[in-house]
């Protein structure tokens, strides 16, 4: 399906069945990377925000970047717990927050960092790369390495940094905006189609999304600009 998203991104809407047992149902968080617009429940749907705690055999939509959707797979499509050492989930091995972010330009670098940023904690670095404030499961790419947010305190303050040295698809300095009334509304237009009921203003036949082994249905969105 081929939405019109700002800031010329690539984009998969994902859906995922909510398993049994499976981490987001024992209270994982999902990451802000990940965007869920839509709940399908007892055969109604439901806008993510109102839907309330998910429940088992909920359907799920959601907007993410494709080298991402295998850290959800983790999440809605297996029974596996998450945990602080989860190599994929966040990072090969932890650094501490307070270290000299120059450390990260000497082991990895050159030229990772700018002049600024060099005077900076690790900690401080992350946060300013994501526009101030860090949050759970963020992940940004410096060069080859891939900083990830393993956990906070109570004061939303880093307090420690998973690394990985995957090729990960690098995050943005702050979540790209979308209109969620929009997303939803062109999701709902998506299950209309697939349950075989007309749209307004509309006249092409929608493909059938396709299931995959995992548990969920993926759909490629090239993104144009607005």
């Given at each position: 399906m081929?939405?019109?998203l700002p800031g010329k991104a690539t984009h998969e809407l994902i859906s995922y069945r909510v398993l049994k047992d499976s981490p987001i149902l024992s209270g994982e968080r999902i990451p802000r990377w990940a965007m869920p617009s839509l709940v399908i429940r007892d055969n109604k749907s439901i806008r993510y925000q109102y839907a309330g705690?998910?429940?088992e055999n909920d359907q799920v939509y959601l907007f993410v970047q494709p080298n991402y959707t295998r850290l959800l797979d983790r999440l809605f499509a297996s029974r596996a717990p998450v945990d602080e050492d989860d190599?994929?989930?966040f990072?090969?091995?932890a650094i501490s927050p307070t270290r000299p972010a120059k450390e990260l330009d000497a082991a990895y670098g050159p030229g990772l960092l700018s002049t600024?940023?060099?005077s900076l904690t690790v900690g401080e670095l992350v946060a300013t790369r994501l526009g101030g404030r860090a949050d759970y499961a963020d992940r940004i790419r410096f060069g080859s390495v891939v900083l990830i947010v393993r956990d906070l305190d109570e004061n939303g303050v880093v307090k420690s940094i998973g690394v990985s040295l995957e090729p990960v698809e690098?995050?943005?300095k702050l979540p790209i905006f979308i209109n969620i009334?929009?997303?939803a509304h062109r999701v709902r237009d998506l299950i209309r189609k697939y349950r075989g009921k007309p749209v307004p203003g509309q006249t092409v036949k929608a493909?059938?999304?396709q299931t995959a082994d995992a548990e969920h249905h993926k759909q490629d969105d090239s993104a144009s600009a607005a």
């Open positions: 081929e939405l019109d705690r998910l429940r190599a994929e989930f990072g090969a091995f600024p940023e060099q690098p995050a943005t009334r929009e997303i493909t059938e999304p």
